[in-house]
């Protein structure tokens, strides 16, 4: 069995990760950290894993997290990851880092985008951008794991099979996403707060949000030119789920099947990618808990605008269940490991 830590493991990501890999055939969890919960165990953070880890909860310390484990997931906030993921590499460690903190090729983007200097510039050259349908053969000999955001998971699996044909007539991409509020991690806030968020919907960093230059930059990797897009996130009063709307501008003149047929052929093969027939609409309910990016396409003739709609749950394709897909390539287990569950309904 893979010994495995994850650092982090008290917040929203952390218990994902923590419930999928209790049921992995390959791991076993034998340190999980939280500087506020430490010395309580994991059935007391999280009631749902009760039955399922004998641990108790301890303060992030490399020696701690690194001495037993072989491989660690980081699930911290942006800006707290670089040290310890440092760290843990120097020690030998495979990583996957659910943060943003090693996404972003340029240091100089993101210290644009996060404020702050990258802390460690030679780490971040190493590290791999983890969206496995895009990046798989890499993610294979990595030792560190960039885990994709949320909101550029869904945009990219959406998106990409219209740049790879060369559908997309280079003209600004629009993408409109809504995320449920678990997006925003565990801690409480205002914004989130139950009375503040139930029965409401609003937009926020429209235009400004960190996700898009992450998103920037794995489509222009993809097209070998820069493409730009207008992405504006909206919050939703749900826990899971996140749907983005993606409007592509086209000069293409066929049919919608056909579109819907390149789509089946981009994503053959992809355990986790399931392309929808023309005519249906992707749900974030039929996501919910399970591993799947759900894909629904639509030709707007009249506007030369192919529509997508793309919806993953957040924490789990978009955090933890690609986190895991990660460790299973880079461990060399079957790809669905511990992974192949379909939703929950309703
Ligand atoms: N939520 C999502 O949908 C989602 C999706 C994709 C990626 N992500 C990214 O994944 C990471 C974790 O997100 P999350 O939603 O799980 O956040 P979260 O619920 O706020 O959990 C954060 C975790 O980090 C720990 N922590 C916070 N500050 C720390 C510090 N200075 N030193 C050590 N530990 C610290 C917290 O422990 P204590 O508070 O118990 O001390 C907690 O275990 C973030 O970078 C986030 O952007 C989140």
């Given at each position: 069995?893979?010994?495995?830590?994850?650092?982090?493991?008290?917040?929203?990501?952390?218990?994902?990760?923590?419930?999928?890999?209790?049921?992995?055939?390959?791991?076993?969890?034998?340190?999980?950290?939280?500087?506020?919960?430490?010395?309580?165990?994991?059935?007391?953070?999280?009631?749902?894993?009760?039955?399922?880890?004998?641990?108790?909860?301890?303060?992030?310390?490399?020696?701690?997290?690194?001495?037993?484990?072989?491989?660690?997931?980081?699930?911290?906030?942006?800006?707290?990851?670089?040290?310890?993921?440092?760290?843990?590499?120097?020690?030998?460690?495979?990583?996957?880092?659910?943060?943003?903190?090693?996404?972003?090729?340029?240091?100089?983007?993101?210290?644009?985008?996060?404020?702050?200097?990258?802390?460690?510039?030679?780490?971040?050259?190493?590290?791999?951008?983890?969206?496995?349908e895009?990046?798989?053969?890499?993610?294979?000999?990595?030792?560190?794991?960039?885990?994709?955001?949320?909101?550029?998971?869904?945009?990219?699996l959406g998106i990409t099979p219209i740049i790879r044909n060369r559908l997309h007539?280079?003209?600004?991409?629009?993408?409109?996403?809504?995320?449920?509020?678990?997006?925003?991690?565990?801690?409480?806030?205002?914004?989130?707060?139950?009375?503040?968020?139930?029965?409401?919907?609003?937009?926020?960093?429209?235009?400004?949000?960190?996700?898009?230059?992450?998103?920037?930059?794995?489509?222009?990797?993809?097209?070998?030119?820069?493409?730009?897009?207008?992405?504006?996130?909206?919050?939703?009063?749900?826990?899971?789920?996140?749907?983005?709307?993606i409007?592509v501008?086209t000069?293409y003149s066929g049919e919608a099947g056909d579109i819907i047929e390149l789509y089946k052929e981009s994503y053959h093969g992809e355990?986790?990618v399931r392309v929808l027939d023309a005519g249906r609409q992707p749900?974030?309910?039929?996501?919910?808990?399970?591993?799947?990016c759900d894909i629904g396409i639509t030709l707007d003739k009249?506007?030369?605008?192919i529509i997508v709609t793309s919806?993953?749950?957040?924490?789990?394709?978009?955090?933890?269940?690609?986190?895991?897909?990660?460790?299973?390539?880079?461990?060399?287990?079957?790809?669905?490991?511990?992974?192949?569950?379909?939703?929950?309904?309703?």
């Amino acid at each position: 069995m893979l010994k495995v830590a994850v650092v982090g493991a008290s917040g929203y990501t952390g218990g994902e990760l923590l419930r999928i890999l209790a049921l992995h055939p390959y791991v076993k969890v034998v340190a999980v950290t939280s500087e506020k919960s430490s010395g309580r165990s994991v059935a007391q953070v999280f009631p749902n894993l009760t039955g399922f880890y004998d641990l108790i909860l301890q303060p992030l310390s490399p020696e701690i997290a690194g001495a037993d484990a072989e491989f660690i997931f980081t699930a911290l906030p942006h800006g707290t990851s670089v040290a310890p993921v440092a760290e843990f590499v120097k020690m030998g460690k495979m990583v996957v880092d659910l943060s943003a903190d090693f996404r972003l090729k340029d240091p100089l983007a993101y210290e644009e985008w996060y404020g702050v200097k990258h802390a460690d510039k030679d780490l971040l050259q190493n590290a791999v951008y983890g969206l496995p349908e895009i990046y798989r053969s890499r993610i294979k000999g990595a030792a560190l794991i960039a885990n994709p955001g949320c909101y550029p998971t869904a945009s990219i699996l959406g998106i990409t099979p219209i740049i790879r044909n060369r559908l997309h007539n280079g003209e600004r991409i629009i993408i409109d996403a809504k995320s449920a509020i678990s997006g925003a991690g565990r801690s409480p806030a205002l914004s989130w707060h139950f009375p503040e968020a139930h029965e409401g919907m609003e937009a926020y960093k429209p235009g400004t949000h960190r996700h898009i230059p992450e998103i920037e930059q794995v489509l222009s990797d993809i097209a070998g030119s820069t493409i730009t897009t207008c992405f504006v996130p909206h919050l939703v009063p749900a826990n899971r789920g996140l749907l983005s709307t993606i409007y592509v501008p086209t000069d293409y003149s066929g049919e919608a099947g056909d579109i819907i047929e390149l789509y089946k052929e981009s994503y053959h093969g992809e355990p986790f990618v399931r392309v929808l027939d023309a005519g249906r609409q992707p749900n974030i309910r039929n996501v919910k808990g399970a591993n799947f990016c759900d894909i629904g396409i639509t030709l707007d003739k009249r506007n030369g605008c192919i529509i997508v709609t793309s919806v993953i749950d957040n924490l789990v394709k978009g955090a933890a269940g690609t986190a895991i897909q990660n460790m299973n390539i880079m461990m060399g287990f079957e790809e669905t490991a511990g992974l192949m569950q379909p939703g929950l309904f309703p």
